[in-house]
């Protein structure tokens, strides 16, 4: 594909609401070309920082159907509506409300926190330093943070693996230092954030595999104190993967 034809399927592609054939042709051509390459990424961002400010005001789908439900069920005025006595149904439509109420901020503050994840990671990959330790070996990498975080980790061994260590350095999510790493497998990057498990906890629920609207994969956990998730444009078997050696070596 020439220049021209992925600059046009930009928008959708990183949708990813091509066919898989047109992905792949344009993936293809994103790794050979560094400014098609870069306007991808820009889009991305500029996508991810839209999304941010739209979640502001946007009220979650499922907030919009308890509301037409709840309105609907209000027009059809079903048989138990004239049953109950009025504190009741003024009590049943409060408890709506405030579960409701609670429904959207948990919403909001998922897709805040995915947000953020992601928007680090895509920042990080657009950097011209992504990595402020450059190594392969986790026991270079490693001991690297010691002194500039608040706790200690352990890497897995990758030799007998696909997957490779780029590097590292120190992110900020929340007001909060935590330790991200960049791994590579078949020419894509993953970004692991390690951040410790403060007492206000993080919204997003641990233990969920989360593919956003935006290409990446996404999986947290929380293990020992800590807190972790992985995001990358990689498969989400890849994603688990990595997850699965990172578990094993935190459990250890």
Not at 174 to 190: D, I, N, T
């Amino acid at each position: 594909m020439t220049c021209d034809e992925v600059r046009g399927r930009l928008a959708p592609y990183v949708d990813s609401e091509l066919a898989s054939t047109e992905m792949a042709e344009i993936e293809e051509h994103l790794r050979g070309c560094s400014m098609c390459a870069t306007a991808a990424r820009e889009l991305l961002q500029m996508k991810l920082a839209t999304r941010v400010a739209g979640m502001l005001y946007a009220p979650s789908s499922e907030f919009r159907l308890l509301m037409q439900q709840t309105l609907h069920a209000k027009d059809k005025r079903q048989w138990w509506s004239f049953r109950l006595p009025k504190i009741a149904t003024a009590g049943l439509a409060a408890a709506l409300l405030i579960s409701s109420a609670a429904l959207l901020r948990e919403h909001n503050a998922n897709e805040h926190e995915l947000t953020e994840i992601a928007d680090l990671h895509v920042t990080d990959l657009a950097s011209s330093n992504p990595v402020d330790v450059i190594s392969t070996d986790r026991h270079t990498v490693k001991p690297w943070f010691a002194g500039k975080l608040p706790f200690s980790f352990d890497l897995p061994e990758l030799q007998k693996s696909e997957f490779t260590l780029v590097g590292g350095r120190v992110a900020y999510f929340e007001r909060s230092s935590g330790a991200q790493l960049l791994f590579s497998v078949r020419k894509h990057q993953l970004s692991v954030f390690i951040f410790q498990e403060e007492p206000r906890s993080f919204s997003l629920h641990a233990g969920t595999l989360i593919s956003t609207r935006l290409a990446l994969h996404m999986e947290s956990w929380s293990e020992g104190g800590l807190r972790y998730f992985i995001v990358s444009d990689a498969s989400s078997a890849d994603v688990h993967a990595l997850s699965e050696m990172l578990r094993k070596v935190a459990g250890s």
